[in-house]
């Protein structure tokens, strides 16, 4: 699996993914961007609670459970300098707490990106010709 982002010009980038394009700024108070897209790090946000929120689906279908149409997963990150310190994932649902729960620890352990965040993997920086 693999994503290029394309620079663009001051902080914008085009990203492809697949038949898909993304686009990606900062917001001009932040970094002098042109908020034209989502930053990096809402898109890793985005991914950890679309993530979340598909394994719940995954889960919860092999239980025979059926999800609500209202059912919303919001990823909070905390700042720490040039990272997050602290991640939350929340999960909102008219579904009752105790058909909930259970399929939140479950959901944690297919959750490629919640598994990629835990297990820190090791990140290594290339040039490669062009």
Known sequence: MEVTAYWSGGYRCRVEVRQFRLLADEPPEVAGGTDTGPTPT????ASLATCFAMALAHVARKRRVELPDDLAVTAVGHHSGPSFSALRVEVRSSLPDEHLRPLLELAGRVCYVSNTLR???EVEYLVVPG
């Open 119 to 121: 297990n820190a993997p």
């Open 42 to 45: 809402e898109l890793l946000l």
